[in-house]
């Protein structure tokens, strides 16, 4: 990269081909781990004590609905 882009971080704006280019040969990105997420995916950690909850859940709203009656 060049001084300017150091100095001024908005000409990257400007030029960012040349950004890009200086991405993809940087050694220490290069040395990153990576790993790709898809939030779609099952996840990893089960849900515990779901029923517990829709019962709790439904504790609530029998409680409000004997408050509003």
């Known amino acids: 990269m060049q ?3 150091v100095a001024n971080p908005f000409v990257m704006m400007t030029n960012p081909d ?4 200086a991405v993809e040969r940087s ?5 990153l781990s990576r790993k790709v997420y898809r939030p779609l995916d099952r996840p ?3 849900k515990v004590g ?3 909850l ?3 859940d439904n504790a609530i709203d029998a409680a409000a609905d ?3 009656a």
Request: charged fraction near 40%; proline fraction near 4%; hydrophobic fraction near 35%.
């Open 3 to 5: 001084a300017t882009t």
């Open 44 to 46: 990893l950690i089960p």
């Open 50 to 52: 779901a029923k517990d």
């Open 54 to 56: 829709t019962e709790f």
């Open 18 to 21: 040349t950004i890009l280019q």
């Open 27 to 31: 050694e220490r990105l290069n040395r």
């Open 66 to 68: 004997d408050e509003e």
